[in-house]
């Protein structure tokens, strides 16, 4: 049984007095440093001077700075910028400011696990994951609640770092729902393979796949979209809600029979097969390195996906559909 820790295991105290740069300000970064705010604590954001980012910062009540200013000034260095910039962001402008006595944190374990940064000596290196997007985390936050999280204590130099990650995830309202500690390890690994197999690229697969068989025996597009796609997203909320087994009791007794007679023949033993190779490409470091080249190349198969699915008859009719349902609201 998984020991979830919740408020009244953190203690806001162990960060109180202490600057907290938050570096970046996308999804993550917006939520996290206005939760961190809006609980009473010092945050500053590190951007780029005067970009979007830094105007919207200001507009928001935040404190804002250049990222080297920022992590100069901060006791708690937290970096939430993109995985593949965090490596030369910290080389040319965190480092140098990185002296012993001071915490590291992230909300994703990647550069840490490849050893793409690895934290000197006499500074602490923790993780706090939210098990959500930023914009959910800081809605559920405003509503008085929050979304559950995972922390990681990689390096404790000062004897004191599960209490401030235990701090930081109570100033997010992650330990209202229940935070699980881990290792920077388990949380990478896991998060990539869910994303690559399930969550993102088999779900994306999956979709598309029966868009296509139904469109190509001649079944209008739309049809297909709504049973395809729009409807997915009601199965998945009652999973959410009550588990499989919940449900299969609320859909039809025709759709769970088809569930559990066919199911099994569309994602067949094969596909587990793959999956597990998947983990071991991602446990290996293989798909961190093929990212990364990736990136430094100027991701031309990144781009070329994004180019790609744009143009699938899937995402034409839908962009008609929802088009529709808006003239409606």
């Given amino acids: ?26 999804a993550q970064g917006r939520a996290q440093s206005l939760c961190m705010k809006d609980s009473g604590l010092s945050v500053i954001v590190g951007v780029r001077k005067n970009g979007a980012s830094w105007k919207k910062a200001q ?40 002296q012993p006595g001071k915490t590291l944190s992230w909300s994703h374990g990647f550069n840490v696990c490849f050893r793409r940064i ?40 000062s004897g004191k770092a599960k209490a401030v990650a235990l701090a ?12 699980l500690q881990c290792t920077f390890e388990q949380e990478t690994y896991e998060d990539l393979f869910g994303e690559q197999t399930v969550l993102c690229g088999g779900c994306v697969e999956l979709v598309k796949a029966g868009f296509e068989t139904l469109t190509e025996a001649g079944y209008p597009a739309e049809m297909a979209y709504f049973e395809c796609l729009h409807e997915l997203k009601l199965i998945v909320d009652l999973m959410y809600e009550g588990g499989i087994q919940r449900m299969a009791e609320v859909i039809s007794n025709t759709a ?23 983990l071991k490409r991602i446990e290996s ?3 961190a390195k093929q990212w990364i080249a990736e990136y430094e190349k100027g991701m031309p198969t990144l ?26 609201l």
């Fill in 285 to 287: 470091g293989e798909f």
């Fill in 59 to 98: 507009e928001e009540g935040l404190a804002v700075a250049p990222i080297a200013e920022a992590a100069k000034k901060a006791d708690i260095i937290h970096i939430l910028i993109p995985d593949e910039c965090q490596k030369v962001v910290y080389d040319t402008e965190i480092r140098q400011h990185t």
């Fill in 256 to 278: 769970e029979y088809g569930m559990w007679s066919v199911g099994h023949k569309i994602i067949t033993p094969d596909v587990k097969q793959r999956m597990k190779e998947a």
């Fill in 1 to 26: 049984m998984v020991n979830l820790l919740y408020d009244k295991d953190a203690n806001l105290d162990a960060v109180k007095g202490r600057t907290i740069a938050v570096i970046g300000y996308g």
């Fill in 118 to 157: 690895v934290p000197p000596q006499g500074v602490d290196a923790i993780m706090i994951a939210p098990k959500a997007p930023g914009t959910e985390v800081r809605k559920l936050f405003l509503q008085g609640f929050g979304t559950p999280g995972l922390i990681s204590v990689k390096q404790d130099a």
């Fill in 168 to 179: 930081l995830a109570k100033a997010c309202g992650l330990t209202r729902a229940g935070v």
């Fill in 303 to 328: 781009k070329k996906a994004r180019e790609d699915i744009g143009k699938h008859e899937i995402e034409r009719v839908g962009r008609e559909i929802r088009r529709l349902f808006v003239k409606t």
